[in-house]
Nanobody, 119 residues
Framework: QAQFVESGGGLVQPGGSLRLSCAASRSIIRSIFSSYPMAWYRQAPGKERELVAVISWNGEATNYTGAVLGRFTISRDNAETTVYLQMNSLQPEDTAIYYC????????WGQGTPVTVSS
């Protein structure tokens, strides 16, 4: 069973923005969620799933793949067991299904939320 539920994707024009949300399932206790880093991943058509952004357990450290650096911002609200991905200046190459999960030590994948950037 998926442990996270992604939402917020959609169809946008190049240069537009979206904010994605990743909510932990009820099976994940708040204190446990707060103890490990989280990450956003994406899978574009014809490509493998790739890491997009990582955030430490307390939100004090983040890392991004070079393709999104300066345009995307990952954040988290441990009290609400939710991770966010603010995406600005979206480009067609950002088109993909976006997923969230634990960093590296994956649990079951959710459905993801699709992001389509086109004119």
């Amino acid at each position: 069973q998926a442990q996270f539920v992604e939402s917020g994707g959609g169809l946008v024009q190049p240069g537009g923005s979206l904010r994605l949300s990743c909510a932990a399932s009820r099976s994940i206790i708040r204190s446990i969620f707060s103890s490990y880093p989280m990450a956003w991943y994406r899978q574009a058509p014809g490509k493998e799933r790739e890491l997009v952004a990582v955030i430490s357990w307390n939100g004090e450290a983040t890392n991004y793949t070079g393709a999104v650096l300066g345009r995307f911002t990952i954040s988290r609200d441990n009290a609400e067991t939710t991770v966010y991905l603010q995406m600005n200046s979206l480009q067609p190459e950002d088109t993909a299904i976006y997923y969230c999960n634990k960093d590296r030590n994956f649990v079951a994948w959710g459905q993801g939320t699709p992001v389509t950037v086109s004119s």
